[in-house]
């Protein structure tokens, strides 16, 4: 696997910007600034962002909850020159589909990478799966991911889950 080399300079980026002058180094190593690296929201799962360069980026997605087992694949786009004094505009989709299952679902989060001391990436979520015809009313469903670079402990996700919160993860299987 070969794995992106991003320059960053040693002061504080403002805007959270996420950079877009990569350089494949094929050394496989990999720096850590913008969106690159492991990501986690609020109820443990894990977005991890391999490769960031011309506004795109890839990588993988595992689901702490729902419908959904081991990794799936991440794709993405991101605003590679943002204004000034703003955050970056990202986005990307999750097939939830691998060797393991398909849940018949996909997911797309869209929202803002914010960076400096406390790096996060805010979105809203879609998550659309199959249903039949007379069922299409449900077939969609809404929230709300904040993504951070800390693994949240397990009182923390019980504390999101008491609060309701949900993530763009496939629904359990109803019986239906």
Not at 66 to 93: F, I, L, Q
Request: glycine fraction near 12%; charged fraction near 20%.
């Amino acid at each position: 696997m070969t794995f992106v080399t991003v320059s960053a300079s040693a002061s504080a980026d403002t805007r959270g910007t996420v950079s877009a002058e990569a350089a494949d180094t094929g050394a496989g190593t990999q720096s850590r600034p913008g969106i690159l690296g492991t990501w986690y929201n609020q109820l443990g799962s894990t977005m991890v962002v391999t490769r960031a360069a011309d506004g795109g980026f890839v990588g993988t997605y595992e689901s702490a909850v729902g419908n959904a087992e081991k990794r799936y694949v991440m794709t993405g786009r991101y605003d590679s020159a943002p204004a000034d004094g703003t955050g970056t505009a990202v986005g990307w989709t999750v097939a939830y589909r691998n060797a393991h299952r398909n849940a018949h679902s996909v997911a797309t989060w869209s929202g803002q990478y914010v960076g400096g001391g406390q790096e996060r990436i805010v979105t809203q979520w879609l998550l659309s799966y199959g249903t039949a015809p007379a069922d299409q009313w449900k077939s969609t469903f809404l929230g709300h991911d904040e993504f951070t670079r800390v693994k949240p402990s397990a009182a923390d996700i019980e504390k999101a889950r008491r609060l309701g919160v949900t993530t763009a993860n496939p629904p359990a299987s109803d019986g239906e």
